[in-house]
């Protein structure tokens, strides 16, 4: 079985989705995202997964007591796993505080992986390796880090789960790169949580029958109702 992920993309404290990451290009779906995070829970996800979409552009932690809120509301019953201006062990130390249980390090753990494991001392850390065409992107997706997948794969030991997001497919709802996700799973012993393009019910069995991934991050298809977090449980309990 696979964890489902149901997201919560956090802007200006608003649950929101972008498409392929640009910031221009935005849906928001509602103003209360620890309700949303709560009626998550409710269904039966053990993990939420939120983004702080302003830290992750600026640095600046805008949305941390909202993130702090939905651990509150929701501890107990999931887990809540978060990204978004991750930069530093001591950013991963008060998302800790927080009740978050595991955080999301992108840009910061591609440009020095040792902050990876300092990070580690304090809380499980997923490396999130957003990429488009194999190559990494960061600071909020707007610039190429000249990194590809593959070689970051390697670099840090101590990740408790890469979070690989194919950026061309984010929010496109065209299906997950089910080729990619394979070959980055067979390239590392790390579970693989995988992100970006999950339509159908259909696409989570395909992700099923692949080794070595451990979840599925799921947010436009839900908010606009190809499925319900209970119907996708559902299918991954099979």
Request: aromatic letters at 4%.
């Amino acid at each position: 079985m696979i964890d489902l992920y149901p997201a919560i993309d956090l802007r200006d404290g608003k649950v929101v989705r972008l498409r392929q990451g640009d910031y221009d290009d935005q849906t928001t779906y509602g103003d209360d995202p620890v309700a949303t995070a709560v009626s998550f829970a409710e269904a039966g996800a053990r993990w939420i997964h939120v983004v702080d979409l302003d830290a992750a552009r600026s640095g600046s932690p805008l949305n941390r007591p909202v993130v702090a809120a939905i651990a509150r509301a929701v501890a107990g019953s999931a887990s809540v796993q978060t990204g978004g201006g991750v930069r530093t062990a001591a950013d991963a130390r008060a998302l800790a505080e927080a009740g978050v249980a595991r955080v999301v390090m992108g840009s910061a753990a591609v440009k020095d992986p040792s902050l990876v494991v300092a990070a580690s001392e304090v809380v499980a850390v997923a490396v999130g390796l957003d990429h488009r065409a194999g190559e990494i992107a960061v600071h909020g997706w707007t610039e190429g880090s000249g990194v590809q997948l593959a070689d970051a794969l390697q670099w840090f030991p101590t990740a408790s789960a890469f979070v690989i997001t194919d950026i061309a497919r984010d929010g496109m709802l065209t299906g997950p790169d089910v080729a990619g996700l394979t070959a980055a799973a067979r390239a590392t012993s790390i579970p693989v949580i995988a992100s970006g393009g999950i339509a159908t019910l259909d696409d989570l069995v395909e992700l099923m029958a692949v080794p070595g991934i451990s979840g599925a991050i799921s947010g436009k298809a839900i908010y606009e109702g190809r499925f319900t977090v209970a119907q996708a449980l559902e299918v991954l309990a099979r």
